[in-house]
Each structure stands twice: as structure tokens, then as C-alpha cells.
């Protein structure tokens, strides 16, 4: 028994010290993965080389660290197991109750929980951050699945994306949309392979009972099977972020050939010959003018609030997520993930070759200018499959928009929505100028509102 308890306690100090500098561990994890996504990297010899020649420094610097905390580790049990025979006179180190006991007490270490209060424990932010920090790997995971799934499914022009500057009501609109039946979506279950979602599904199935109000804080529910704007990193991935700047998301066109790997990646996600292709991205009318080149046939809805208080609304928005990723970084760090950048300490405005928002972000004139920004630029766009829809109208009548979305694939409602409405705080300065400059584009749009 002695022994027992003696290797135990030396088991618990080994494994404590290796669990103290678990994160040169997760640091390993992260630099190997990383070092595998350059390798695979589609670009040229010469562009890949300077990334491989630092990642694998970086991978032996990291490696080096690690053998040296599992020699230090190792050091203290010998020394240990030498201090428990001439000590204590114990010569059977290796009989069954001397395993035991170093293996309760090595276990010991990992059962004592990391108190934290945010969403994602630490596995679970590492996780995240080997899939999704690595596109490369999702690209070529992506690929793979179209490759296998290429003969069960055609490709369908015909697919809906809802959209509109944050805070406009896309995501009250597109659930109701998908309760009809006859349409698939990107859900959280999909996080974080999200360019692997059928390979991911087999492995993953989440449970719906749980649901609880999102970190907006503005009474929608979720649960882990709720569908959600996820489909940017897609988006992303095939542009190497190209379009993101330090300070703005640039208007940019996609190729043939991506835009047919986002077809085949939509297949991937409908997987039902009866389904249609549903997505909410408020970053899509930085590229729709080049995939509608490519296909005439897909809605594409455009929500549209009243100026005020839609920028009142938004600039909530951005005191409650910059508090946030103030306290938990993990948040902004999960939000640059999926190309949200509408509030938050990594703002950034989209730039249409016009005049981009700037001033104090805690002011009411910075997101009026932002509304005028995003608005005046797709109340200029007048394809014939594009529809605006005036979030008012929809709160009062959401069964009329929905009954007229919905025609358009053919499906009808399988229940009725009440009408809902919100009032909201307006207080604060802003520009007169910049007010009615809104109030006429939010006309104009009106004038054009879905019929």
C-alpha cells in the first residue's frame, strides 16, 4: 500500500508539471498542422518555400521545448522512484500495485477542471483552431468529398441567399424559410469542418434540446443544429482571404471555376435531390455582381431597416461584442474565422469603390454612414432575381414575404408567424445630413420592396 500511494504521488507530480505547460503541446499540435497546410498550399515553389522554411523552424524550436519538458517530467519520476528505495526501502517498483497507483495519481492532474467561464473550454478552442486556421486542409478535404459524391447529386442553379447589412433581420428570415422543408443549410453542428460537412456528420451528431439565446442578445433561441451565416469561410478559403484588408472587405469577383466549386460545395450540404441551397451571408454583395455573371436563375433577397434605428442597432451591437472580445479573445478570434466583421475591435467596413465609413464607432453618424455605405451601393443593383425586403414590413406581415419567398421554389409555409414588433432606443447625436441622405435611399428601396 505504501508503494502504492508513493508512486501515486510521484505519477501526480510528473503528469502535474506536463499539464502546467500543456500549452507548449497545443503549440506543437498547431505548428504541425500548420506546417502540413503551407506544404499542400496551392501556389507556386518559390511563394511556398520562405512559409516552410519558417514553419519547420518554428515546428523544431517548438519540438525541442517539448523534449525538454518530457525529460525534465521523466527526470523527476527517476529521481522519485530513487528517493522511494533508499528512503523507504522499496525495491518492488514495478508490481501491480505500484502501476496502479502511478497510474491513478498520473491521472489525477487531468480530472481537476480549468475553471473558465467562457463558451469554449480549451480542447475545444484548440480543436477549432487546427481546422479552421488551416484552409488548405478544408480545401483539399472539400475536394475529396465532391470527388466522392460527384454522381449522386446534380448541380441546381437555382439556390437562395439571404442578405443584408447585420441587424436587418436575415437570420429571423432565413429560419423561417428553412421550417418550410424544402431547403438545407450550414448549421453550428457543421463547426468547426466546415468544408467537410458529410465526412464531419458521420463522426458528429449533436443533439437539439438544448437551446439557449445567442450572444447577441436580441431573443433568437439556438442550439447546436440552428442554421447559421457560416458559409463566408467557404469564401474565404478560395480567395486566401484576399479580399480582407486591415481596415476594410474590398468589392471582389470569383472565377468559373470557384464558383463551380461553390456549386458543388452547396451539393455537398443539400444532399437531397428535393432540397434547395439556402444561405445567410451579409458579405455576398461584395461578389454578386460576378456569380450572378455566372448564373441568372438564383434569389438573391436583400434586407433593408429603417436608418435610425438600424443604426442604433448596430452600434449595440458593437459596444456588447467589443466588451466581449475584450474579455474572451477567442470570440474575435472565432468571428475573423467566419469573416464577421460587421461590429466588434476588428471592424471592418465594405469598401465599393466609394466612400468608405469612417469616424468614432461609438458614435450613431458612424453607422448611418456605414447603412448609406451598403445601401446606396445594392439599391443601384436592379437584376431581375434580386428582391429587397423592408425588415418593418416583414416584422408586421412576416406570413405575406414568406408566402412570396417561398412561391418562387415552389414550397408554401407549414405554419403561421405572428407579427412582431420592437421598439428601440434612438437617443444620441447624429448628423441631420447624414439622417435624411438615408431616409431617401430607404424610400428608394421601399419603392422596390418585394411585390
Same mark, same amino acid.
Given at each position: 500500500?505504501?508503494? &502504492?500511494?508513493?508512486?501515486?504521488?510521484?505519477?501526480?507530480? =510528473?503528469?502535474?508539471?506536463?499539464?502546467?505547460?500543456?500549452? %507548449?503541446?497545443?503549440?506543437?499540435?498547431?505548428?504541425?498542422?500548420?506546417?502540413? #497546410?503551407?506544404?499542400?498550399?496551392?501556389?507556386?515553389?518559390?511563394?511556398?518555400?520562405?512559409?516552410?522554411?519558417?514553419?519547420?523552424?518554428?515546428?523544431?524550436?517548438?519540438?525541442?521545448?517539448?523534449?525538454?519538458?518530457?525529460?525534465?517530467?521523466?527526470?523527476?519520476?527517476?529521481?522519485?522512484?530513487? %528517493?522511494?528505495?533508499?528512503?523507504?526501502?522499496?525495491? !518492488?517498483?514495478?508490481?501491480?500495485?505500484?502501476?496502479?497507483?502511478?497510474?491513478?495519481?498520473?491521472?489525477?492532474?487531468?480530472?481537476?477542471?480549468?475553471?473558465?467561464?467562457?463558451?469554449?473550454?480549451?480542447?475545444?478552442?484548440?480543436?477549432?483552431?487546427?481546422?479552421?486556421?488551416?484552409?488548405?486542409?478544408?480545401?483539399?478535404?472539400?475536394?475529396?468529398?465532391?470527388?466522392?459524391?460527384?454522381?449522386?447529386?446534380?448541380?441546381?442553379?437555382?439556390?437562395?441567399?439571404?442578405?443584408?447589412?447585420?441587424?436587418?433581420?436575415?437570420?429571423?428570415?432565413?429560419?423561417?424559410?428553412?421550417?418550410?422543408?424544402?431547403?438545407?443549410?450550414?448549421?453550428? &453542428?457543421?463547426?468547426?469542418?466546415?468544408?467537410?460537412?458529410?465526412?464531419?456528420?458521420?463522426?458528429?451528431?449533436?443533439? =437539439?434540446?438544448?437551446?439557449?439565446?445567442? &450572444?447577441?442578445?436580441?431573443?433568437?433561441?439556438?442550439?447546436?443544429?440552428?442554421?447559421? *451565416?457560416?458559409?463566408?469561410?467557404?469564401?474565404?478559403?478560395?480567395?486566401? #482571404?484576399?479580399?480582407? !484588408?486591415?481596415?476594410?472587405?474590398?468589392?471582389?469577383?470569383?472565377?468559373?471555376? #470557384?464558383?463551380?466549386?461553390?456549386?458543388?460545395?452547396?451539393?455537398?450540404?443539400?444532399?437531397?435531390?428535393?432540397?434547395?441551397?439556402?444561405?445567410?451571408?451579409?458579405?455576398?454583395?461584395?461578389?454578386?455582381?460576378? @456569380?450572378?455573371?455566372?448564373?441568372?436563375?438564383?434569389?438573391?433577397? %436583400?434586407?433593408?431597416? #429603417?436608418?435610425?434605428?438600424? *443604426?442604433?442597432?448596430?452600434?449595440?451591437?458593437?459596444?456588447?461584442?467589443?466588451?466581449?472580445?475584450?474579455?474572451?479573445?477567442?470570440?474575435?478570434?472565432?468571428?475573423?474565422?467566419?469573416?464577421?466583421? !460587421?461590429?466588434?475591435?476588428?471592424?471592418?467596413?465594405?469598401?465599393?469603390?466609394?466612400? @468608405?465609413?469612417?469616424?468614432?464607432?461609438?458614435?450613431?453618424?458612424?453607422?448611418?454612414?456605414?447603412? @448609406?455605405?451598403?445601401?446606396?451601393?445594392?439599391?443601384?443593383?436592379?437584376?431581375?432575381?434580386?428582391?429587397?425586403?423592408?425588415?418593418?414590413?416583414?416584422?408586421?406581415?412576416?406570413?405575406?414575404?414568406?408566402?412570396? %419567398?417561398?412561391?418562387?421554389?415552389?414550397? *408554401?409555409?407549414?405554419?403561421?408567424?405572428?407579427?412582431?414588433?420592437?421598439?428601440?432606443?434612438?437617443?444620441?447625436?447624429?448628423?441631420?445630413?447624414?439622417?435624411?441622405?438615408?431616409?431617401?435611399?430607404?424610400?428608394?428601396?421601399?419603392?422596390?420592396?418585394?411585390?
Amino acid at each position: 500500500m505504501l508503494e &502504492s500511494c508513493i508512486l501515486g504521488l510521484g505519477g501526480f507530480l =510528473t503528469f502535474s508539471f506536463l499539464r502546467y505547460y500543456r500549452f %507548449v503541446f497545443y503549440d506543437l499540435a498547431r505548428q504541425s498542422v500548420g506546417l502540413l #497546410d503551407i506544404i499542400i498550399r496551392d501556389e507556386s515553389e518559390d511563394q511556398k518555400l520562405p512559409r516552410i522554411e519558417l514553419g519547420t523552424k518554428n515546428l523544431i524550436i517548438t519540438l525541442l521545448k517539448s523534449l525538454v519538458l518530457l525529460s525534465i517530467s521523466s527526470g523527476v519520476l527517476i529521481l522519485w522512484s530513487l %528517493v522511494l528505495r533508499d528512503l523507504f526501502k522499496v525495491e !518492488e517498483l514495478g508490481s501491480i500495485y505500484g502501476i496502479v497507483g502511478f497510474s491513478i495519481g498520473a491521472t489525477v492532474p487531468f480530472l481537476i477542471p480549468i475553471h473558465s467561464n467562457r463558451s469554449y473550454n480549451e480542447i475545444s478552442k484548440l480543436f477549432h483552431r487546427l481546422v479552421l486556421d488551416h484552409p488548405s486542409l478544408g480545401l483539399k478535404l472539400l475536394k475529396r468529398e465532391i470527388k466522392k459524391q460527384s454522381v449522386q447529386l446534380k448541380n441546381k442553379d437555382k439556390f437562395l441567399v439571404v442578405s443584408g447589412l447585420a441587424r436587418s433581420g436575415t437570420t429571423s428570415l432565413m429560419n423561417a424559410i428553412f421550417e418550410s422543408g424544402s431547403f438545407a443549410s450550414l448549421s453550428y &453542428s457543421n463547426m468547426p469542418f466546415l468544408l467537410s460537412p458529410r465526412s464531419w456528420k458521420k463522426l458528429y451528431r449533436p443533439g =437539439t434540446e438544448n437551446s439557449a439565446e445567442r &450572444s447577441h442578445k436580441d431573443g433568437i433561441l439556438i442550439n447546436l443544429e440552428s442554421n447559421e *451565416a457560416l458559409e463566408e469561410y467557404f469564401f474565404k478559403a478560395i480567395t486566401s #482571404d484576399s479580399f480582407i !484588408e486591415k481596415k476594410t472587405l474590398n468589392e471582389h469577383s470569383i472565377s468559373k471555376k #470557384d464558383y463551380n466549386l461553390y456549386l458543388n460545395y452547396q451539393k455537398l450540404i443539400f444532399n437531397k435531390s428535393n432540397k434547395f441551397y439556402l444561405s445567410k451571408n451579409n458579405n455576398m454583395l461584395l461578389r454578386y455582381r460576378s @456569380i450572378r455573371k455566372f448564373n441568372e436563375d438564383f434569389i438573391f433577397i %436583400v434586407l433593408f431597416r #429603417d436608418p435610425l434605428s438600424h *443604426a442604433a442597432s448596430l452600434l449595440r451591437m458593437h459596444k456588447k461584442f467589443s466588451n466581449q472580445q475584450a474579455i474572451d479573445p477567442f470570440v474575435l478570434e472565432y468571428m475573423n474565422w467566419l469573416g464577421h466583421h !460587421e461590429f466588434g475591435e476588428n471592424i471592418k467596413p465594405f469598401n465599393f469603390g466609394q466612400n @468608405i465609413p469612417d469616424g468614432d464607432k461609438e458614435s450613431l453618424d458612424f453607422w448611418l454612414k456605414s447603412w @448609406i455605405n451598403y445601401y446606396s451601393y445594392a439599391s443601384n443593383i436592379t437584376d431581375k432575381n434580386m428582391y429587397y425586403i423592408c425588415y418593418e414590413t416583414y416584422c408586421m406581415n412576416p406570413n405575406m414575404i414568406l408566402d412570396k %419567398v417561398l412561391v418562387k421554389f415552389q414550397s *408554401a409555409r407549414k405554419k403561421n408567424y405572428q407579427s412582431y414588433e420592437k421598439s428601440s432606443d434612438l437617443n444620441g447625436r447624429k448628423s441631420a445630413e447624414l439622417l435624411d441622405k438615408a431616409n431617401s435611399i430607404y424610400s428608394k428601396l421601399k419603392n422596390r420592396q418585394f411585390q
